[in-house]
């Protein structure tokens, strides 16, 4: 396991929020890293700005964290819909699977409260039988949250993810986006295991 990861992401910006300090780790190691991103979300940019807004950042967002250009996958599902949409969603990531062959996988929580979050997690689980998965941290959408896996991490991860993060600059308004916030999450997380920094996932399926 961890030596093709994939980081799948309902929306743009979610595999950032969720595991970006694991990323820059993993990408420092030299893993070999997919990022596939269900839905730019164009309904979701400010009418102000152009449609294309989030598939620009989000290229700059993966590059910046060192993920390869060949490696980002971005799809078209419409935003906050993907419950009619899950079918076809199965499909894409069983086309994924058999093409990108990830044995480890992170998604989204299975608490995680919003439809499209869920239905990434409910057709990962179903698409991935046989892939060790964990289930990502994104407090604002998290029911409740089991603190049973942790990636230690250095400061230097958390900058980077940081850094990858404020390549979003449609979504600065965002209380969640704010640096002093995602570092003292880490931070939160890497003092209980004992570290200066950490990012905590649920074990959705571990295989050995």
């Known amino acids: 396991m961890f030596k093709r990861i994939l980081i799948m992401a309902p929306h743009t910006d979610d595999g950032e929020f969720g595991c970006g300090g694991t990323i820059a780790r993993f990408v420092e190691e030299k893993k070999i890293l997919f990022y596939a991103a269900f839905s730019s979300a164009e309904a979701s940019v400010p009418p102000e700005l152009p449609r294309d807004t989030l598939v620009k950042e989000v ?118 986006s704010k640096s002093d916030f995602i570092k003292a999450l880490a931070r939160t997380r890497g003092v209980q295991i004992g570290s200066d920094f950490a990012e905590v996932f649920e074990v959705v399926r571990w295989v050995l």
């Open 59 to 176: 290229k700059r967002a993966t590059k910046m964290m060192g993920i390869k250009e060949d490696n980002l996958i971005l799809l078209d599902f419409e935003v906050r819909k993907f419950p009619e949409q899950r079918q076809k969603i199965l499909d894409k990531m069983l086309e994924l699977k058999s093409k990108l062959k990830p044995d480890t996988i992170f998604l989204p929580s299975p608490n995680d409260t919003h439809q499209d979050h869920r239905t990434v997690y409910e057709e990962g689980f179903r698409a991935f039988k046989d892939t060790t998965m964990f289930g990502y941290e994104l407090p604002w959408n998290n029911l409740t949250f089991d603190t049973e896996a942790f990636i230690l991490l250095r400061e230097e991860h958390i900058m980077k993810k940081i850094a990858a993060i404020e390549e979003y600059t449609s979504q600065k308004d965002r209380l969640y």
